[in-house]
């Protein structure tokens, strides 16, 4: 059998296209090796088969194939590794939100300053001890209150800094959902609309690829996602990918919907009037943050990683105060029930001691108030005024029958007791039992709490950081571009290219020799 004349030619020419493109492609890559996000193409090609016809109707004799075929210049991704890179981002971004806001509560209680609540509770048990000694000098009665006032400054400062955390937490996530996370749902879904029309109409559109796979990861660092990719039918045999993301809930596995090609919902953030005892919740409405989404009216609960969750940790998280169905993380919540619970605790116990009960009777005599009718905080807690305006409003003793000739200890026997009382374990009532501390032990548990919290913290955010390396190190040695694979590649396809050309040649010379010597015998 003698084949088509030009047949040859077609093949020599399909090689020449094929290697053409495979520099051009490896000229691209090279040019974005130092392109952020960039993932390495490639030119995939096949084996140009004998049509149906020549399978059913040929002669006999050997037929060869008729060249190669480019199906397209495709990225080289492995979807395992990006699934594996995004839910170690989610938690990597969970842990580093939580560690810097601890960080930030450890700065509040810093206890390695004299000024903190451990040293100004030891220096009033002391000037109370000094005051016991020698009941009658007035200086030392003022130097009592001082060393009280000073204690209730550091009490307060402490609340205080503590809401201006809350308030900085609050803000923050409200920033992240508004300015990051939907803004980021928004550029995916537009991203999936256009991507969905170059492949429509044949474009690979690997450039918006890598612009959408860059946003997939950022999302991941805020909130914990799934992506979901299926094949749309747009007409007889031809599909293109659909890319959708949810949201789901761990522990339930329900799902609620992000993006679904070129919808998407958004994020809305509600914080309470009363920030401190009251919850952040979150929310999901349509695209135009109008329309509550069908089971996202509280969605604060499906949170499961990312820089959200760990702002919602330590925005609610109760610790031990939480309630049934309440956040149980150790966040500002916890530390702001803490002071309180300190607060009203030192102010009963002390308050009972200094009452006047003497006469048989019991007399108030508080010397710590709240400034108004509100219960004791953390943040309101006051010398009182009788105290402020006598410094020896201090009740000495309970004894009637003092006399000059009393021993001290007898005769000042209520500064005792209320040097006990400091000294001495108290019942501090939180989750929903007590708990026995002196005042300095129960400050020293909440400062060595909170230092455990951070320490493990950031072992795990350590822990996580290793393993985003080692899944990055993986995909860059499958994505991203290696300059000698390139020029290895390079080089093949020069040689590859020299060779069809010279197969086109010798084709060419072979058909000049059959135009121009056969048929010669007849002229």
Same mark, same amino acid.
């Given at each position: 059998m003698i084949r088509s004349t030009f047949s040859g030619f077609e093949t020599a020419r399909s090689a020449i296209t094929a290697s053409q493109l495979g520099l051009d492609t490896v000229g691209h890559n090279i040019a974005n090796v130092n392109t952020s996000g960039y993932t390495r193409q490639r030119v995939d090609q096949v084996s140009v088969n004998l049509n149906g016809y020549q399978t059913k109707f040929r002669t006999n004799g050997k037929m060869a194939?008729?060249?190669?075929?480019?199906t397209g210049v495709n990225q080289v991704r492995d979807k395992f590794l990006d699934t594996r890179y995004r839910n170690e981002a989610s938690n990597y971004g969970e842990l580093t939100t939580r560690s810097n806001s601890l960080t930030d509560l450890q700065n509040i209680f810093d206890e390695s300053m004299t000024t903190g609540l451990h040293a100004q509770m030891e220096n009033f048990i002391k000037q109370v001890q000094s005051y016991h000694s020698d009941a009658s000098n007035k200086e030392l009665a003022v130097v009592v209150r001082t060393a009280a006032e000073q204690f209730l400054q550091v009490l307060n400062k402490n609340a205080s800094e503590l809401n201006t955390a809350m308030e900085q937490q609050i803000f923050d996530t409200q920033t992240a959902v508004a300015e990051n996370v939907n803004v980021i749902l928004d550029s995916i879904a537009a991203l999936n609309d256009q991507i969905r029309q170059a492949n429509i109409y044949g474009d690979p559109a690997n450039e918006m690829n890598d612009q959408r796979n860059m946003l997939l990861d950022e999302l991941s660092q805020y909130v914990n996602i799934r992506v979901v990719?299926?094949?749309?039918?747009?007409?007889?045999?031809?599909?293109?990918?659909?890319?959708?993301?949810?949201?789901?809930?761990?522990?339930?596995g329900t799902a609620i919907n992000l993006v679904d090609n070129k919808t998407f919902n958004q994020f809305k953030v509600t914080s309470a009037t009363t920030p401190a005892t009251s919850p952040l919740s979150v929310s999901l409405t349509d695209e135009h943050?109008?329309?509550?989404?069908?089971?996202?009216?509280?969605?604060?609960?499906?949170?499961?990683?990312?820089?959200?969750?760990?702002? +919602?940790?330590?925005?609610?998280?109760?610790? !031990?105060?939480?309630? $049934?169905?309440?956040?149980?993380f150790r966040g500002i919540p916890y530390y702001q029930n803490t002071l309180d619970t300190l607060a009203s605790t030192f102010a009963k116990v002390l308050n009972e001691v200094n009452a006047d009960t003497s006469s048989g009777s019991t007399v108030a005599k508080d010397l710590f108030v709240s400034g108004s009718a509100a219960p004791v905080t953390a943040l309101n807690i006051r010398v009182s005024s009788d105290w402020k305006n006598d410094a020896t409003f201090l009740t000495t003793t309970q004894n009637p029958n003092v006399t000059t000739d009393t021993k001290p200890d007898a005769k000042n026997d209520n500064l005792l007791t209320l040097l006990n009382s400091l000294k001495g374990d108290q019942s501090f009532s939180y989750g929903g039992t007590n708990h026995s501390f002196s005042f300095q032990g129960f400050i020293i548990n909440t400062t060595s709490?909170?230092?455990?919290? +951070?320490?493990?913290?950031?072992?795990?955010? !350590?822990?996580?950081? $290793?393993v985003m390396t080692t899944i990055t190190d993986l995909r860059d040695a499958n994505s991203a571009v290696q300059t000698d694979e390139e020029a290895i590649n390079m080089m093949t396809f020069q040689n590859y290219y020299n060779a069809a050309v010279r197969f086109m040649t010798t084709l060419d010379e072979a058909l000049g020799q059959?135009?121009?010597?056969m048929g010669v015998v007849g002229r």
């Open positions: 194939g008729l060249g190669t075929q480019v990719r299926t094949p749309e039918k747009i007409s007889e045999g031809n599909y293109v990918e659909r890319l959708s993301i949810d949201m789901v809930d761990e522990s339930s943050g109008l329309m509550a989404i069908a089971g996202g009216s509280d969605i604060t609960e499906m949170f499961s990683g990312g820089a959200i969750k760990g702002y +919602l940790d330590m925005i609610n998280g109760k610790g !031990d105060y939480a309630a $049934t169905g309440e956040n149980t709490t909170l230092s455990q919290d +951070l320490k493990l913290t950031d072992s795990m955010l !350590d822990t996580s950081g $290793t059959i135009i121009q010597g």
